[in-house]
């Protein structure tokens, strides 16, 4: 199975910082990675699909880019609304595989 | 607008069974792949099962054997039936469309419990 390893776990930051969260996989997955958003007791919403393509809807502060097997969602001005936690997901292959998840919180 | 409705959690004993439905609206059903997560309570997202516009499915080891993924694109409606079912079976199930997951289902819970 393919491990997504994702980092930091939790982060502190303040609104219209710039925040990164980096996801490694552990063999190439091309470009099949997808990054969600969850706000506690809700359900995962779509940010970015195929590595760097914006959802419908995404404000265009979220952004993806990749380096070999090294994945990177960036925020580049953080809103109050951004507090949530963050996973990345590799779809290259089953089973797909998620990151254990970013904790966003308000320094 | 896409909407995904699930239904069909509970309280269930171990090794009990549940079938969770997912009824599906504002786009074409049959021609996406669809999925089931599950996150179990305070932890991550883990992906359960998927299955193809041809019907293939696919599953996570652990509910291999003991799950079963389908669907009926005449009801766009997306089924998981869940048997044999454990203690670490426990979490909020979410129902997710496209191989590229571009929307999700607000979840149903199901608790394994005697």
């Known amino acids: 199975d393919i491990q997504m390893t994702q980092s930091p776990s939790s982060l502190s930051a303040s609104a219209g910082d710039r925040v990164t969260i980096t996801c490694r996989a552990s063999q190439g997955i091309s470009n099949y990675l997808a990054w969600f958003q969850q706000k506690p007791g809700k359900a995962p919403k779509t940010l970015i699909y195929?590595?760097?393509s914006l959802q419908s809807g995404v404000p265009s502060r979220f952004s993806g880019s990749s380096s070999g097997t090294d994945f990177t969602l960036t925020i580049s001005s953080l809103q109050p609304e951004d507090f949530a936690t963050y996973y990345c997901q590799q779809y290259y292959t089953y089973p797909q595989t998620f990151g254990q998840g970013t904790r966003v919180e308000i320094k | 607008e896409v909407q995904l409705l699930e239904s069909g959690g509970g309280l269930v004993q171990p090794g009990g069974s549940l079938r969770l439905s997912c009824a599906a609206s504002g786009f074409t059903f049959s021609i996406f792949d669809m999925n089931w997560v599950r996150q179990a309570p305070g932890k991550g997202l883990e992906w359960v099962s998927s299955i193809t516009v041809g019907d293939t499915p696919y599953y996570v080891d652990s509910v291999k054997d003991r799950f079963t993924i389908s669907r009926d694109n005449s009801k766009s409606t997306l089924y998981l039936q869940m048997n044999s079912l454990r203690a670490d079976d426990t979490a909020v199930y979410y129902c997710?469309?496209?191989?590229?997951?571009?929307?999700w289902g607000q979840g149903t819970l199901v608790t394994v419990s005697s």
């Open positions: 997710a469309k496209g191989f590229s997951v571009d929307s």
């Open positions: 195929a590595t760097s």
